[in-house]
């Protein structure tokens, strides 16, 4: 299947194509196909039945990773952006997080064997590729001390930014006593972490409806 030209211009803008020349990215890309996929709110995207022995580039729509166990929301995905990098060659066994639908998705997966391939083809996609799992590495150290280290409101406020779209209110999906759980903190400190956002003018909280009411106050808050 040959990508049509808008497709191929599209995935050159996103930062880890753009290293590949355009020949030598049309010409394997003839001979190892992607495969298009279409996923409803909801769906569970990554890891696929191949554990991970492909990734994925999101031609539109959005998404969402969270930790498997914890459930806590570490990125969210837009159109344009890519998945599965950092366990390719080491398969989606290692995989602790899930990458799960937000509204209707289409994504464009590509074999192991074309990410091959296109390494030997361009030695710039190989520098390209290890560019951004350094970068990748960067972000996941950051998560990991926001959710380990810091106070409280820092935790929290870090959580709900990812939870958040645009100013839309965020509809908790578990109770305060699971995420206090989640976040590592005690079920106390959480209703003043809370309390501390809202007074500061950053969210307004009814139950589990959370609402965003100034995002750079909310990351005012984020140590």
């Known amino acids: 299947m040959a990508l049509q030209p808008r497709v191929l211009e599209r995935l050159q803008m996103n930062e ?21 996929a279409d996923f409803r709110r909801g769906d569970v995207i990554f890891p696929t039945q191949k554990q991970g022995s492909e990734i994925g580039f999101l031609l539109r729509g959005g998404a969402q990773v969270a ?5 806590i929301i570490v990125n969210r995905l837009k159109e344009g952006d890519v998945f599965g990098c950092s366990v390719l ?10 990458i799960v639908a937000l509204r209707d998705t289409r994504v464009l997966f590509f074999s192991k064997a074309a990410v091959t391939k296109l390494m030997q083809a361009d030695g710039n996609f190989a520098v390209g590729f290890i560019r951004y799992l350094s970068q990748h590495i960067a972000f996941l150290n950051k ?11 820092s935790r929290l406020a870090n959580y709900l930014c990812g939870c ?5 209110t965020y509809e908790m999906d578990r109770s305060m006593s699971q995420l206090a759980v989640s976040l590592d903190i005690g079920r106390a400190s959480l209703y003043r972490a809370f309390d501390r956002l ?4 950053a969210v307004q909280r009814d139950g589990r409806s959370v609402r965003l009411v100034d995002k750079a106050a909310l990351l005012s808050f984020i140590q």
Do not use: H, Q
């Open 67 to 71: 930790k498997k166990e914890t459930g």
């Open 164 to 168: 958040f779209e645009d100013y839309k």
């Open 198 to 201: 809202a007074a500061g003018g």
């Open 143 to 153: 998560c990991i001390d926001n959710f380990t280290g810091g106070s409280a409101e």
């Open 16 to 36: 880890l194509f753009s290293s590949v020349n355009g020949d030598a990215l049309s010409a394997v890309l003839e001979t190892e196909a992607p495969v298009v």
């Open 89 to 98: 060659f080491i398969g989606g066994t290692a995989y602790s997080s899930e």
